[in-house]
């Protein structure tokens, strides 16, 4: 029963994942407003990155864990 859970957070995530692709992807075509989806993506990344970026030894680590759980096989 827990596999199965652990599956459904995979498959949740690689779709959040995508959709989030999908988001900036169309926000670079046409702009900051795109009214479907809902928000200032690329903004928010950029912000989020930032904000790792002034925490130092901190936000290296916290990008690392992010980049073992999402790559993770």
């Given at each position: 029963?827990?596999?199965?859970?652990?599956?459904?957070?995979?498959?949740?995530?690689?779709?959040?994942?995508?959709?989030?692709?999908l988001g900036?992807?169309?926000?670079?075509?046409?702009?900051?407003?795109?009214?479907?989806?809902?928000?200032?993506i690329?903004?928010?990344?950029?912000?989020?990155?930032?904000?790792?970026?002034?925490?130092?030894?901190?936000?290296?680590?916290?990008?690392?864990?992010?980049?073992?759980?999402?790559?993770?096989?």
């Amino acid at each position: 029963m827990f596999d199965e859970i652990i599956g459904y957070v995979k498959k949740l995530t690689e779709a959040g994942v995508a959709l989030l692709a999908l988001g900036i992807i169309m926000q670079v075509i046409f702009g900051n407003i795109v009214p479907f989806v809902g928000g200032d993506i690329v903004g928010n990344i950029t912000a989020i990155v930032a904000s790792l970026g002034a925490q130092s030894l901190v936000g290296l680590v916290a990008i690392g864990v992010i980049y073992v759980i999402l790559n993770k096989n």
